[in-house]
Nanobody, 127 residues
Framework: QVQLVESGGGLVQAGASLRLSCAAS????????MGWFRQAPGKEREIVAA????????TYIDSVKGRFTISRDTAKNTVFLQMNSLKPEDTAVYYC????????????????????WGQGTQVTVSS
């Protein structure tokens, strides 16, 4: 199994940038599809971004398109979420997730598809 640990969250003002990291141990992430999710108080967990095994295919929730970028670094066994032009609406706990044995070329937007989860990192954006 794989263990995931998120880092990089914090308190920032609107318009600022943050880079979240998801570091893995126990297994290489090279055969896992990966995703970033977020959950605000009183709201359901929602997809933020997802990426396939090769990193060639990505998807984003509409509200973050053009502002967020998901990427993966095989050598570092880490997945990143670069967040630019942050808005108060982005405030949430952000979770990293991994899916084993993904279909060829696939990414996944449904949280129920994922097998492993990190404990989350808080992102707070003030106005």
């Amino acid at each position: 199994q794989v263990q995931l640990v998120e880092s990089g969250g914090g308190l920032v003002q609107a318009g600022a940038s943050l880079r979240l990291s998801c570091a893995a141990s126990g297994r290489t992430l090279s055969s896992y599809a990966m995703g970033w999710f977020r959950q605000a108080p009183g709201k359901e967990r929602e997809i933020v971004a997802a990426i396939n095994v090769s990193g060639e295919r990505t998807t984003y929730i509409d509200s973050v398109k053009g502002r967020f970028t998901i990427s993966r670094d095989t050598a570092k066994n880490t997945v990143f979420l670069q967040m630019n032009s942050l808005k108060p609406e982005d405030t949430a706990v952000y979770y990293c997730a991994a899916k084993s044995q993904p279909a060829s070329g696939a990414y996944y937007r449904n949280p129920r598809s994922y097998d492993y989860w990190g404990q989350g990192t808080q992102v707070t954006v003030s106005s």
